[in-house]
């Protein structure tokens, strides 16, 4: 059975379908899966929690790197391969408080380092629109699933992009929250609370609704976002008035950008210029040549805090960014963050001026699988370098904590997804669902998915 996942909960609800005829077809997906989506699929699934729940009886998975009790979650590293979580993340139960049906787990690259979900321990992760090629980013088994049909929708999180990344490259609705708005409870966000869980779903009122029931305050949240005067979903309802849109195509990283991609935010800035924006060329200061040197000194302490004292037993990329971090002196560290929190203010000040920027979400289209390693002869630190080339967009809005969703309103001349990237001002999602709803009725995309995995043509 195929659908949204609202559509799904409410066709449970009225008892047109039970959730455990609707959690068996999916399984039955899940264990056929020819995407390597899913490191995990479970053999009985958890009944569901709350009849009133907004997504009653609906299946979903957990990227593995968030705790789900009873399940594996491998970080997609050796050093994990037999670690069984003790208990739910916070968002994990969350979700479960909300109905939904947890399936297992989906696919990452080790550590959800870089942005191509390709690992030793689960292997890559393939494309439903050309399996040839990356789903994208860490999340790219939850886009693969839920763009492969094996899913109406999946649990994802982003810290350089990850979200947004495979969004674009799988043809979904994929959404980074501000910074504090998903507690990363029992766990810590880190100094600069670069990742969020965030959602995966085909259709904009699905993931407003996923957001919904994902976000929310756990005691002790270093980083806490203001609580929105409304529900997300109810957002999409909303009328968005006419916004001040900045188009900007120049990356903050001085890197070629794929004719296709800038073809496909030229599109929408004339979509929302007919829809009564007031649209303009205008590029936020992020040209800041120093920002990904930074950037690095505070992504390699994941590898190295990772809890593998034994560095062998990590790839080689996440094992070079390790052993750099334990060179780095504390004062080198700290001096990132304060150059990082610097930046940030200067960045997050051009949105005094305008509602919404839009860019592209990447630079390239989706890449082939092993494309990391491609003219690196081996070198790991220059294969980590290579993932700018790709996705030179999504980082620095981990760094400024804004939300921004891509969305699938373009494709290539070969028809692969072509995502455009919208960034709002801190914590203003509201507006981001409001536009996305507006321009998902003007140029709709619901059924533009390959759906090989469940026989559709």
Request: hydrophobic share 40%; charged share 20%; proline share 9%.
């Amino acid at each position: 059975m195929s659908g949204d996942a609202l559509s799904l909960a409410a066709q449970v609800r009225a008892g047109d379908v039970s959730w455990r005829e609707l959690a068996d077809d999916h399984l039955a997906l899940a264990h056929d899966d020819p995407f390597n989506a899913f490191t995990h699929v479970v053999d009985e699934p958890e009944p569901p929690r709350d009849e009133g729940g907004p997504f009653y009886g609906v299946p979903i998975a957990i990227k593995d790197l968030n705790d789900v009790a009873g399940l594996p979650t491998t970080y997609s590293c050796r050093a994990y391969a037999q670690n069984v979580a003790q208990v739910d993340a916070a968002v994990v139960r969350n979700l479960k408080d909300a109905g939904f049906v947890i399936l297992g787990k989906t696919n990452t690259p080790e550590l959800g380092t870089i942005a191509q979900t390709e690992s030793e321990l689960n292997g890559a992760c393939l494309n439903p629109w050309d399996t040839a090629r990356t789903p994208g980013g860490s999340s790219g088994g939850a886009a693969a699933a839920v763009a492969g049909g094996l899913l109406p929708l999946a649990h994802g999180s982003d810290g350089g992009g990850s979200i947004r990344i495979p969004a674009s490259c799988c043809g979904l609705v994929g959404v980074k929250p501000s910074r504090g708005r998903v507690s990363p409870a029992p766990y810590v966000s880190g100094s600069l609370g670069l990742g969020t869980s965030g959602p995966l779903a085909r259709t904009v009122r699905d993931a407003a609704a996923l957001l919904d029931v994902m976000r929310g305050y756990e005691p002790g949240d270093f980083y806490v976002a203001p609580v929105p005067p409304r529900p997300y979903l109810e957002e999409c309802d909303e009328p968005v008035g006419n916004l001040r849109v900045a188009v900007a195509t120049t990356p903050p990283v001085d890197v070629p950008v794929d004719p296709e991609c800038v073809a496909a935010v030229s599109s929408a800035a004339e979509l929302l210029t007919e829809l009564g924006h007031d649209v303009v060329d205008a590029t936020p200061p992020w040209s800041i040549p120093e920002m990904i040197v930074e950037f690095i000194r505070v992504w390699q302490v994941g590898p190295a805090t990772a809890g593998v004292e034994d560095l062998s037993l990590l790839e080689p990329i996440n094992r070079a960014l390790a052993e750099q971090a334990r060179e780095t002196p504390s004062p080198a560290y700290g001096a990132a963050i304060m150059q990082l929190q610097t930046i940030t203010r200067r960045v997050v000040a051009f949105w005094d001026e305008y509602d919404v920027v839009i860019t592209p979400t990447l630079a390239m289209l989706p890449v082939p699988i092993g494309w990391t390693w491609e003219d690196t002869d081996g070198d790991a630190l220059l294969a980590f370098s290579r993932q700018t080339l790709f996705t030179p967009y999504t980082a620095l809005v981990n760094v400024t904590g804004q939300p921004a969703m891509s969305l699938p309103l373009h494709a290539s001349e070969t028809g692969l997804p072509v995502g455009v990237q919208f960034i709002a001002r801190p914590f203003d999602e509201a507006t981001l669902f409001r536009l996305a709803a507006q321009l998902e009725e003007a140029r709709p995309w619901s059924g533009s998915f390959p759906d090989a995995a469940v026989g559709k043509a």
